[in-house]
């Protein structure tokens, strides 16, 4: 559905407003509160029925910045979004442990800036992580960004279908890190290993029902959504 309306513009404008406060007084949602969540959860269907956009699946080439995600941030990414899909629908509550474990695995850990390059073909997400000391290591922390490729196709108005290809970390501090996966360029085939483990490579919908010229709301086959901003 396309709104076309000219006196919506300024509902709109204002729905953008109120969300990208709240997603920045929780940081992107990691400590929004119930009530919070609940307004968010409303500002984000009132958008989505007010998208200005024909075909919205179709234009989101761009390079854009998470600003909310209604669950771990890192699971914008289509290396544990192929996990979920992976599993399918009757081991769902597995992979949402293991999701769980990871996040509390990573409670001493800062994730940064959350990014997707976006084009007709192709999706590359980057998380930039910050662990704090660990044990043996002359660093105050460790840090680097997880580069996850992913190839993309538009299969209706709204819908994307995603295939993991291979991730990578690029700009570790990590000396061993550094040396064999950012300068030697080390890709791991997370697809070729689904296709050996599996047979094929899983493949994962995700869903546009917004978006214009400064932003983007993107669900994934749980109906989590993630808010992305247009880089200016």
Known sequence: TVDEKVEDVTIRDALKRELLLLASVT?????????????????????????PTEEPASHCQGEWDLCYSSTQFFRSSPFFQSIRIAVGDENKEIAENGFDLHDQATVGSRVGRVRQI??????ISEVDLRVGMLPGIP???????????????????????LRVENTKVKGSNLPLVNMFMDELQFDLPVGNFYNTVQGKVPVIP???????????????????????????
Request: hydrophobic share 40%; charged share 25%; glycine share 2%.
């Open 27 to 51: 940081d992107r949602g990691a400590y929004a509160t119930k009530d919070e969540q609940d307004i968010v959860i409303d500002l984000v269907a009132q958008l989505e029925a007010l998208n």
């Open 206 to 232: 995700m869903t546009t029902f917004y978006v214009d010229e400064a932003l983007r709301i993107t669900r994934d086959v749980d109906d989590n959504f993630f808010v992305f901003v247009r880089e200016s």
């Open 118 to 123: 976006v084009t007709s073909t192709q999706l």
């Open 139 to 161: 660093l105050t922390s460790a840090k680097g960004t997880v580069v996850t490729s992913a190839s993309l196709d538009v299969v209706d108005s709204s819908k994307w279908e």
